[in-house]
């Protein structure tokens, strides 16, 4: 079975400070892939990152970076200098070979404040 | 870029009316899914499909039903709405691989009353 936890269900920052969001995952499988997605209030899910379970570099995309540890089953997602556009919930979500559908975490919602 | 469209942004059915929910994706993808989201309880699989008329339930289909005719569209029915049937509806598509990133639609808030 997998499983997906997003243990914070809601964070407050202020604008320009840097904030972490966890994501803790349970799998049995070896080759198995891990997602995140932003939600803004318009409700679309917006895909930020895909990464498989043989690739452990962490990943850094402008403001946004990925730290994936296996030994840790973790995969958390910093942002650096958060802005107010940056208010959403963000989900976690995991995938594996053979299973079409994704197992999401419950999601963390982000408040940036100005 | 990627597109996937569905019918309505918001909804407003009665107990026991039928409920159509449509999707379209542009992407030529094999695979297309109804996700259901509520507060606390994350996306959960209504149903999907990885082919023309070809489906399969996921996690909650009880109460619901899809349809898959062209490549493209992908409905999920409520043949009869019930208020614990309201919900945020999120419609995704993804090429054939089950790993393969999956695209979101804006979402259908639907309200049961």
């Known amino acids: 079975a997998q499983k997906v936890t997003q243990a914070q269900t809601e964070i407050s920052v202020v604008e320009k400070e840097d904030v972490t969001l966890d994501c803790v995952y349970e799998?049995?499988?070896?080759?198995?892939?891990l997602f995140w997605y932003k939600q803004p209030p318009s409700g679309e899910l917006v895909f930020l990152i895909r990464r498989n379970s043989f690739d452990e570099q962490n990943e850094i995309s402008g403001r946004y970076s990925w730290n994936f540890q296996k030994s840790t089953s973790s995969f958390n997602f910093t942002i650096t200098a958060s802005q107010v556009v940056d208010s959403a919930v963000y989900f976690c979500?995991?995938?594996?070979?053979?299973?079409?559908?994704?197992?999401f975490g419950s999601g963390t919602r982000l408040q940036v404040q100005p | 870029d990627v597109k996937v469209t569905q019918s309505s942004r918001y909804l407003v059915k009665r107990t026991g009316e039928k409920v159509f929910l449509e999707c379209v994706q542009d992407m030529d993808h094999e695979n297309m899914f109804w996700y259901r989201q509520d507060p606390g309880l994350g996306l959960r699989l209504i149903y999907f499909?990885?082919?023309?008329?070809?489906?399969e339930k996921g996690d909650i289909p009880e109460g619901y039903s899809v349809s898959r005719e062209k490549k493209e569209r992908f409905s999920l029915i409520l043949e009869s709405a019930s208020t614990n049937q309201t919900s945020m509806y999120l419609c995704?598509?993804?090429?054939?691989?089950?790993?393969?990133?999956?695209?979101f639609g804006p979402g259908t808030r639907l309200t049961v009353l």
């Open positions: 499909s990885y082919d023309v008329k070809m489906k």
């Open positions: 995704a598509s993804s090429q054939r691989q089950g790993t393969d990133t999956q695209y």
């Open positions: 799998t049995r499988d070896t080759t198995y892939y």
């Open positions: 979500a995991l995938n594996r070979p053979g299973r079409r559908a994704l197992t």
